[in-house]
């Protein structure tokens, strides 16, 4: 079966830009995560999806991050404006219901100048 | 923040078993004992779970100890492909939300 699918791969943009990651996850697979991935440090959980609902938006920063996943399928993660800290990794993983193992992207590589 | 505890960085020889320790001490009776790993330039990927029984697959084995406060990954047969980062997480449980918490993990650098 095809693997979760991220694009662009990369992105350079300037602080205060805009940028949007896309994810299509494992087709079936309802449960659907954004991670955040700082270099050195190991993913932290930004946002969970069950379908097209938000299960966990936690550790989500709201004032700038925004994410969908409309008709519960593929999924979009907004930075609006971007800070230089933002600079990271950004996976997203997916998840079949009934099992346990998460099914990850090779993320998008995130350079905020 | 991350409930393991694992040494930052580990070498093994190819061809040779790696043995990865993971110290979960506050572990509790319902949580499980997950392990992705990370390859350079890549996303995680799972290897094995297990809540209490040693568990094996075609990638490693998983070692709990009685008292379930620590385990231990092993690949039996280490090839320089499994140089990655490799991630102990103690998934809480929280109904069936999958939530994965990771640490920094153990680096493992196999050896030619």
């Known amino acids: 079966e095809a693997g979760v699918a991220q694009s662009p791969r990369y992105k350079i943009i300037e602080k205060r830009q805009s940028v949007a990651f896309w994810c299509n996850p494992i087709?079936?697979?309802?449960?659907l995560y954004w991670y955040q991935q700082i270099l050195g440090q190991g993913p932290k959980l930004l946002i969970q999806?069950?379908?097209?609902?938000?299960?966990?938006d936690s550790q989500l920063p709201k004032d700038r991050f925004s994410a969908e996943r409309l008709k519960g399928v593929d999924s979009t993660l907004k930075i609006q404006p971007a800070k230089l800290e933002d600079s990271a990794v950004y996976l997203c993983?997916?998840?079949?219901?009934?099992?346990?193992?998460?099914?990850f992207g090779p993320g998008t590589r995130l350079t905020v100048l | 923040d991350a409930k393991t505890t694992q040494p930052t960085s580990m070498d093994c020889a190819e061809g040779r078993a790696a043995n990865l320790p993971c110290n979960h001490s506050?572990?509790?009776?319902?949580?499980?004992v997950y392990w992705y790993r990370q390859i350079h330039s890549q996303g995680p990927q799972y290897i094995i779970h297990?809540?209490?029984n040693n568990e094996t697959n075609e990638m490693a084995s998983l070692i709990i100890t009685e008292d379930r406060k620590s385990s231990t990954l092993i690949l039996p047969h280490a090839t320089l492909r499994d140089t990655a980062v490799y991630y102990c997480?103690?998934?809480?449980?929280?109904?069936?939300?999958?939530?994965?918490?990771f640490g920094q993990g153990t680096t493992l650098q196999v050896k030619p």
């Open positions: 993983a997916s998840r079949r219901e009934t099992h346990n193992e998460q099914f």
């Open positions: 506050t572990i509790s009776g319902n949580e499980y």
């Open positions: 297990g809540l209490k």
């Open positions: 999806f069950q379908n097209n609902g938000v299960v966990d």
């Open positions: 087709s079936g697979h309802a449960t």
């Open positions: 997480i103690v998934r809480p449980y929280s109904g069936n939300t999958g939530k994965l918490i």
